[in-house]
């Protein structure tokens, strides 16, 4: 949800711009935005299919029991806006980056302070309390995946879920930075080479 986006998109969009179908592109009646969003969709496939094929193999190999309740559904919106505000991040550093190899560079140097920082496999309490995780999209990925998935401790013991955020607090953030990124995103995209 995080790395597939930031390099598959930057990368495309830096191929793109050195090939100069962005030129091309703009031969077409498609906007800047739809082809954003349909490479959007496309990660999200896959990433969705990715998620369902590991859940599959979790349950085969471990044996958990996977519990399907109304706050599941809650997962899809998560995933596809993930997706899409790291798909919309993608495109800004292809738009920005000179090569495809400083894409991958770019999308890895955001990539991994990002997963370790963000609430993610850390806890708060574990981190600096000078450190604004409040400031990372991942963040509110992670916490509101983790209220909808997790039913162990309670709030506060060892991290787990996220203290002073509910489930939907953190889908209207995401949603939000997600809707944010992509307008940002699909107005940078290249229209031609100058």
């Known amino acids: 949800m995080l790395f597939t986006p930031l390099s598959r998109v930057g990368s495309e969009v830096a191929r793109h711009r050195a090939g100069n ?3 091309k592109l703009a031969t077409t009646p498609l906007s800047r935005a739809e082809w954003l969003f349909a490479g959007t969709l496309v990660n999200a496939v896959v ?11 979790v349950v085969a190999v471990t044996g958990a029991r996977v519990v399907l309740g109304p706050g599941t559904l809650l997962l899809v919106p998560f995933l596809g806006l993930g997706v899409a505000l790291f798909c919309a991040v993608g495109a800004l550093l292809g738009s920005w980056a000179e090569s495809q190899d400083g894409v991958v560079a770019a999308s890895n140097a955001i ?3 990002l997963l370790f920082l963000s609430e993610t496999f850390v ?8 450190l604004p995780t409040w ?6 990925f992670s916490r509101g995946v983790r209220g909808l998935t997790y039913a162990g ?7 787990v879920p996220a203290p ?3 489930v939907l607090g953190d889908l209207a953030v995401l ?7 992509f307008l940002v995103a699909a107005r940078a995209l290249p229209r031609t080479e100058n």
């Open 135 to 140: 400031a990372s999209p991942l963040t509110y």
């Open 164 to 166: 002073g955020g509910t």
């Open 21 to 23: 179908r962005f030129e």
């Open 123 to 130: 806890p708060r309490s574990m981190l600096p309390e000078w």
């Open 175 to 181: 949603a939000v930075l997600a809707g944010l990124a």
């Open 111 to 113: 990539a991994l302070p």
């Open 47 to 57: 990433i969705g299919l990715a998620a369902v094929l590991l859940l599959g193999l």
């Open 153 to 159: 401790e309670p709030a506060g013991a060892a991290g």
